[in-house]
């Protein structure tokens, strides 16, 4: 059986597949045939390799045997495993499937073919492989669990259900399938029923902290705060070293964006922790992101404190500042970092935006400045400096400083947005041609798709060459990516007013005082995702 606890991840996915009770050869013989003597030597020998974990040299040798017996599904079938231990899932798709096609009977070579596919995000077709498997054998308990796991992952709740009650009947006693039987009764949206099986699995489970988190972590991802603490809490009094397990996990579930899930492994942590500075931190973070500011401030503070060279503390702590406008205190926090931290560039980068913020672009510049002689290709120092310029309309220095970037990398979209950007303003006010900033912006879009700006840009590129019809699908687009931000909404307005559409004109028009009056700004956290 795996271990219980592995990551948020895949304890979640549930992707860990069984292959326990199926009639299937032990890869330390050969099965009995009527093959020849040295073929079952080289096949013992291979399986020797891959038990010890030599998964190139294995590949090799059942490569080898492959070439001699070609018929030979079981080399076809262990191959594919080497394949998945060295992480070459497609190349294992295909020595499966050859398995199969050798031995359409064999549950070992579709078992294995049914988890390649769920290591694949694949989730019907390893559903529909363990399907096979059980119609070979029935009675398999990793078979049923496997298809529940499968079903599950499908989206398929009552099916997975109902794949784990039976493998239930077949093995009450199997703690895995308890948990699996649980999370899918979740998910279901049957909660009592999956208490009934977490109280089946802890009376299963015994004493072992391993377990007893593992189920306080499904109560907690399934909003049953409360009923998790008594697990963690007897956990970590069965397990001290439970608080470094339960760390790793809140750090998972921060990184995967679930801060309640955090801030209730975080929270059970209280007293153990206290003078532990990734504790606060990340506690801070969960809080933050949870808008509980206060608490956030004060743990953020606290992990400073504790551990003042840690540079993603004042990052997390500028971040909340800038969010919540107060653009002093973001310069002063950046400022104390700098005394402690000189030679890092992510505060500096930070010190910079925060400058920027405040509309002291000459200090803004002075940073960016400290920052290029420290790392003269950072490309986020270039991108600060360009929205420096797009601040201060200093449109000629921003087309050099455009032209920088993109002689740096031609692949960052940055360079080319700004640089269509500046040739447009330069062309808007000296009423010349706009053909070297549409060729830009296109080359921008090309290189990302996704960013509303460009679209934006194009738009108003299209409009000022005064091709409306074109420029309202641009600005349309840019709207769809970004339904926030009010300007699209405005230059579509005026666009559709040139062709007439009177009644789309006033509905874009309110749109736009609508996301006006909304808007907040939000440049702190989209540059410090950059820095990060």
Request: net charge positive; aromatic share 8%; glycine share 6%.
């Amino acid at each position: 059986m795996r271990s219980l606890i592995l990551s948020i991840a895949a304890f979640i996915s549930l992707l860990a597949w069984r292959t326990g009770g199926l009639p299937a050869q032990d890869v330390s013989r050969p099965p009995a045939a009527s093959s020849a003597s040295s073929r079952d030597q080289l096949y013992r020998a291979a399986n020797e390799l891959l038990q010890s974990g030599r998964f190139v040299q294995a590949t090799a040798a059942y490569k080898a045997i492959i070439a001699r017996w070609p018929g030979f599904y079981q080399a076809y079938s262990l191959l594919g495993v080497a394949y998945t231990q060295m992480g070459k899932l497609e190349q294992a798709t295909a020595c499966f499937l050859k398995a199969v096609e050798l031995q359409p009977g064999s549950a070992e070579a579709r078992n294995n073919l049914g988890a390649n596919y769920l290591a694949l995000k694949k989730f019907s077709q390893a559903a529909a492989e363990f399907r096979q498997v059980i119609a070979l054998s029935p009675e398999s308990v990793s078979a049923w669990y496997n298809l529940g796991a499968s079903e599950l992952q499908a989206g398929r709740d009552e099916n997975s259900v109902a794949a784990f009650e039976r493998a239930a009947q077949l093995a009450p006693g199997d703690l895995q399938v308890r948990i699996g039987l649980a999370e899918a009764r979740f998910k279901a949206g049957h909660p009592r029923q999956a208490l009934a099986a977490i109280q089946q699995a802890k009376g299963i489970g015994g004493n072992d902290a391993g377990m007893l988190l593992t189920l306080g972590l499904l109560l907690e991802r399934n909003g049953l705060s409360d009923e998790a603490v008594p697990y963690f809490q007897d956990a970590l009094r069965l397990s001290p070293s439970t608080s470094e397990r339960m760390m790793t996990l809140a750090g998972s579930s921060i990184d995967e964006g679930d801060y309640k899930t955090a801030l209730g492994l975080l929270g059970a942590l209280q007293g153990r922790m206290d003078n532990s500075a990734a504790w606060h931190g990340m506690l801070g973070y969960s809080h933050f992101k949870l808008d509980h500011i206060e608490l956030a401030m004060e743990h953020l503070q606290k992990a400073i404190r504790l551990d003042p060279t840690n540079e993603d503390y004042y990052l997390d702590l500028g971040e909340l500042l800038g969010e919540n406008n107060a653009l002093l205190a973001n310069v002063a926090v950046f400022e104390s970092a700098i005394e402690v931290l000189p030679n890092s560039i992510k505060i500096r980068l930070g010190l910079a935006v925060a400058h920027l913020l405040t509309g002291n672009l000459e200090r803004t510049e002075q940073e960016i400045g400290r920052v290029l002689s420290l790392q003269s290709k950072s490309e986020v120092a270039y991108k600060v400096l360009l929205e420096a310029f797009e601040k201060s309309m200093d449109w000629a220095r921003m087309q050099a400083t455009a032209r920088q970037l993109r002689q740096l990398n031609k692949t960052n979209s940055v360079g080319w947005y700004y640089g269509a950007l500046s040739e447009y303003e330069i062309a808007l006010r000296s009423k010349s041609s706009f053909a070297s900033a549409l060729a830009l912006i296109q080359k921008a879009s090309a290189l990302d798709s996704r960013d509303w700006r460009t679209h934006f840009l194009l738009g108003k590129i299209l409009v000022a060459e005064g091709r409306h019809r074109e420029a309202v699908s641009a600005l349309q687009r840019a709207i769809q990516l970004n339904r926030d931000h009010p300007q699209p909404y405005y230059v579509l307005a005026r666009a559709l007013q040139q062709l007439a559409r009177k009644q789309e004109a006033l509905e874009a028009m309110n749109a736009f005082r609508s996301a006006k009056s909304r808007m907040e700004s939000r440049q702190f956290r989209r540059l410090l995702v950059d820095i990060r």
